[in-house]
């Protein structure tokens, strides 16, 4: 069971905007910033979003972060088949002392 | 090029023990935290411990604490988890990532390969 949830899939089609959700508590998400990471099948994390909202060098500007009190979200306009990971939000959690990961969440652009 | 290259997995019995290594290159190891972060098959990702830059300060998830240490050797750019008292739930690709910065933060913009490990009889 993560500290952080998030749905296990979402789904969408070539264009479309899609949005996941990343909820937690105050000790966490409350309290501290979010990162967000991509993993494409058979490669190591990327780091997509950090700081909420901030976009590393090289991610394209159809990735958004957000963060609103005990939740944050990622969302991509403009869904492209590459898009197609698995999607990861990470914080700080202040009562465990170190980073928390959520479930992860299955991307699939049918 | 920052690279990080982890070694050190394979097959152990329960109850048996493991040294991951993972050696960078192209920045200042002791600038930076360091993590270990694993993946079950079938699962997620979930950090396993992490060290700051000078190595003075040490973290562990809840589901490692007082079997697993993470160490570093800052002048040779290697970072280590001692692996002990090995349960059939600690098999994954074990990751080192790199923090942002010189404190453990959830911000790991460099990640390794993986190293393997399976513990089964």
């Known amino acids: 069971q993560s500290v952080l949830t998030q749905p296990p899939s979402a789904s969408g089609t070539p264009g479309q905007r899609v949005t996941i959700s990343c909820s937690g508590s105050?000790?966490?998400?409350?309290?501290?910033?979010v990162n967000w990471y991509q993993q494409l099948r058979g490669t190591a994390p990327k780091l997509l979003m950090y700081s909420n909202n901030q976009r590393p060098s090289g991610v394209p500007d159809r990735f958004s972060g957000s963060k609103s009190g005990t939740s944050a979200s990622l969302a991509i306009s403009g869904l492209q088949s590459e898009d197609e990971a698995d999607y990861y939000c990470a914080t700080w959690d202040d009562s465990l002392n170190g980073p928390v990961f959520g479930g992860g969440t299955k991307l699939t652009v049918l | 090029e920052v690279q990080l290259l982890e070694s050190g997995g394979g097959l152990v019995q329960p109850g048996g023990s493991l040294r991951l290594s993972c050696v960078v290159s192209g920045f200042t190891f002791s600038s930076y935290a360091m993590s270990w972060v694993r993946r079950a098959p079938g699962k997620g990702l979930e950090w396993v411990s992490g060290?700051?830059?000078?190595?003075?300060?040490?973290y562990y998830a809840d589901s490692v604490k007082g079997r697993f240490t993470i160490s570093r050797d800052n002048s040779k750019n290697t970072l280590f988890l001692q692996m002990n008292s090995l349960r059939a739930e600690d098999g994954a690709l074990y990751s080192c990532?790199?923090?942002?910065?010189?404190?453990?933060?959830?911000?790991?913009?460099?990640w390794g390969q993986g190293t393997l490990v399976t513990v089964s009889s």
């Open positions: 105050r000790s966490n998400i409350g309290d501290n910033t």
């Open positions: 060290i700051s830059g000078s190595g003075d300060s040490t």
């Open positions: 990532a790199r923090d942002q910065g010189t404190i453990l933060t959830a911000q790991f913009d460099y």
